[in-house]
């Protein structure tokens, strides 16, 4: 049994938008048994846009029905029924909202129209109402209208079901199915091909820009777990619009997945990641002599193409570690006025004695997907140097050339750094401190 469902809204995500006009035709799968349409008050001024495209108007809905008043009759024609839609899962976020909020939770299984259509009728151009329509000369009257495009979308589903003989159909309705979850315009082999172990995952467009980047410690449980809960934010609903295609790159463990989520976010700017887009250290310590021949050092902001001799969050930061390091060449006497040469290589020693206290190790743990790998991860005076894999990292001594002839090189910045020492301070690795 199922209810064929179209609604018209005052804005694209149920979250802070309300429902103009809903139509639910009830169905067998054959034929129709019933439909119920109404317009309703939003309780809200209905944007001069979506007049444009609907053609429904304030004065319109001034004397309609408040969506509470009819949420009992709603959620009645709704259970025990497949709840269908064209996209249905922007439908479904908007009716399970606003039933909710009236006292009355929904939990239907959702049918796709646009799912099921590009398994029944493969290779069309496009799956939209309008041109699925065209395409199998279905009639649509009074086009973005409730009672309109659910009447065209009945049409269209008693289509497929004739063609499908109901086992594609069945397959998607069958037990907890990600078809009844899925983006419409995802396919569901790219979500099946997902390993269950640690990696980073990619959300893509049509075009395969990028649009969300993702770590998980299970990629097939992490990325389910997108699609099954119905966030009926605009973020949300607008990725979801999107998505077309999913890719993922499997790691050693979840710390690798860490770095590479962090390393990728930075350089591929994914639209709908919010974490992590800025540069957390924004200051950076560096060194230049004056026209007396004396070394000085400076804090300014981090430079793109000037290394930075160390990295600091905040300019007060910098300026301690300016201190200390100033106190320590001052022990020696006022070089800096009698003997600006000595003074110099006071200082550049003083600076190399502050950097060795920062680690040069190498971290290893065992690949969650060879047993006979490990992953391995640099860290040179401090700095995440790169990581990769190695067969045996224990063969190639202390020698930090020896990793760095194995390892590719690859982007520091402050959260990598911040995670490896925290696994380094805890002892959940196996460290190799090394000498250069």
């Not at 860490?258 to 887009?277: A, D, G, H, V, Y």
Request: proline share 5%; charged share 25%.
């Amino acid at each position: 049994m199922f209810a064929i469902v179209d609604i018209e809204t005052t804005g694209g995500f149920a979250s802070s938008n309300a429902i103009t006009e809903i139509a639910i035709i009830l169905h067998n799968g054959r034929e129709e048994e019933g439909r119920y349409s109404t317009l309703i008050n939003p309780g809200r001024p209905i944007p001069r846009a979506i007049t444009a495209l609907t053609g429904i108007s304030d004065e319109m809905v001034i004397n309609a029905p408040s969506f509470d008043s009819i949420a009992p009759h709603i959620h009645n024609l709704l259970q025990n029924r497949i709840f269908v839609a064209h996209h249905v899962n922007f439908d479904y976020s908007f009716v399970q909202s606003h039933l909710a909020e009236a006292g009355f939770p929904l939990r239907s299984k959702k049918l796709c129209t646009v799912r099921l259509a590009r398994q029944v009728f493969p290779g069309l151009a496009s799956y939209s109402l309008g041109n699925l329509c065209r395409s199998l000369s279905i009639p649509i009257e009074n086009r973005h209208r409730a009672e309109g495009d659910a009447a065209a979308t009945s049409i269209l589903f008693a289509r497929m079901v004739e063609a499908d003989e109901g086992k594609i159909l069945t397959a998607m309705t069958k037990g907890k199915n990600a078809e009844q979850f899925l983006p419409p315009n995802l396919p569901v082999e790219e979500l099946d091909q997902l390993p269950q172990g640690p990696g980073v995952y990619y959300f893509e467009s049509a075009k395969k820009q990028v649009l969300y980047v993702g770590k998980a410690v299970n990629l097939n449980k992490r990325v389910r777990t997108h699609f099954s809960n119905n966030d009926k934010g605009k973020r949300k609903q607008d990725m979801m619009r999107q998505v077309h295609h999913i890719r993922f790159t499997t790691c050693a463990s979840e710390l690798m997945a860490l770095i590479l989520e962090s390393q990728e976010i930075r350089q591929l700017w994914p639209p709908f990641n919010r974490s992590q887009k800025k540069y957390h250290h924004r200051y950076g310590l560096y060194c230049y002599e004056n026209r007396h021949g004396l070394m000085q050092l400076v804090i300014e902001k981090k430079r793109t193409n000037l290394p930075a001799l160390h990295t600091f969050n905040w300019l007060q930061e910098g300026h301690q570690f300016i201190r200390r390091v100033k106190e320590k060449v001052e022990q020696e006497g006022n070089l800096e006025l009698q003997e600006p040469v000595l003074y110099n290589q006071y200082l550049t020693r003083a600076i190399e004695e502050y950097q060795q206290q920062f680690p040069t190790v190498a971290l290893v743990e065992k690949d969650h997907y060879f047993t006979k790998r490990y992953a391995v991860y640099l860290l040179e005076k401090g700095k995440f140097w790169g990581m990769g894999y190695l067969e045996d990292p224990y063969a190639l001594g202390n020698r930090l050339d020896s990793f760095k002839e194995k390892i590719s090189p690859s982007p520091d910045n402050d959260f990598i750094r911040g995670l490896l020492y925290q696994s380094l301070s805890s002892g959940s690795r196996i460290s190799i401190p090394l000498e250069e």
